[in-house]
């Protein structure tokens, strides 16, 4: 890259985000990486509600999902051998009703909307990992479980970028073990994410802002990584469970404020 190649990129960047605002974004998806890798949460609940504060809703989403996809391509290969076909078939199949619906919302709804749903969704998750974390159900589950899921998590990628939540539930709400949990869950987040951009890419395209910001953050994405395989060795996992609380806390009640802001 030339010095004018350079000088041309800051410039982009400056247009779009201060520079302030490009360092909390770099420092949200690296912390959100390094959780996701030591703790298994993280970055699906980070990007794209983050990302929102500083960009319209379609840039956001768009970046989120690039970003996922990269984080998720880099770790599916240690757990390629825990993957479950049948619930990653089912769940990638309902996914596909649920991601039109998303992307819809997506369109439809204003800005300052999709950031106060993004903050929700946040905040829902810190209650639901703090005093309901999801456990492995025994016996006989019904197939509506998975369908409901898959649906569900479609939607909310489309949306928002964030199929995790939902989807955890509908595997270990069908008697899936955790560590096949954890493998399908990679899979289908590569499966999930790569319908989410194609949909996006075919009906509203991708400016120039998606992949400045993605060149600019995957670093992030990939410095996140390495830290969170080291970290994990050193910090026990609930000062990490702790640490991504108050992440997710903070994030979600600072992008709550932003949308009332925006709203009113």
Same mark, same amino acid.
């Given at each position: 890259?030339?010095? %004018?190649?350079?000088? @041309? ?64 391509? %880099? ?9 479950? @076909? ?95 949990? @954890? ?58 469970? @702790? ?22």
């Amino acid at each position: 890259m030339t010095s %004018c190649d350079s000088q @041309r990129m800051l410039e982009l960047l400056q247009q779009t985000v201060s520079l302030s605002g490009l360092g909390l974004m770099f420092g949200l998806i690296l912390l959100g990486s390094a959780l996701q890798v030591a703790t298994g949460v993280g970055l699906g609940l980070i990007a794209g509600p983050s990302l929102l504060y500083f960009l319209d809703s379609i840039s956001a989403v768009q970046t989120a999902i690039i970003l996922n996809l990269v984080l998720t391509l %880099c770790l599916l290969p240690t757990e390629v051998k825990s993957i479950s @076909r049948k619930p990653l078939i089912d769940l990638s199949l309902w996914a596909c009703f649920g991601l039109p619906i998303g992307f819809g919302l997506l369109m439809l709804l204003e800005t300052s909307t999709l950031k106060l749903l993004g903050a929700s969704v946040v905040l829902l998750s810190v209650v639901q990992l703090k005093f309901f974390p999801a456990k492995q159900l025994s016996g006989a589950s019904s197939p509506w479980i998975t369908r409901i899921g898959g649906s569900v998590s479609g939607a909310m990628t489309g949306a928002l970028a964030i199929p995790g939540p939902v989807a955890l539930w509908a595997l270990l709400s069908s008697g899936t073990d955790a560590l096949t949990t @954890r493998g399908t869950l990679r899979a289908y987040f590569v499966i999930a994410y790569l319908l989410a951009f194609a949909l996006h890419l075919g009906f509203a395209g991708a400016g120039s802002t998606i992949w400045l910001m993605s060149s600019v953050l995957i670093p992030a994405v990939l410095c996140g990584i390495a830290i969170g395989v080291f970290g994990r060795r050193f910090i026990t996992p609930l000062h990490l469970r @702790r640490l991504l609380e108050i992440v997710l806390i903070t994030m979600g009640l600072s992008l709550l404020l932003k949308g009332i802001i925006d709203v009113i």
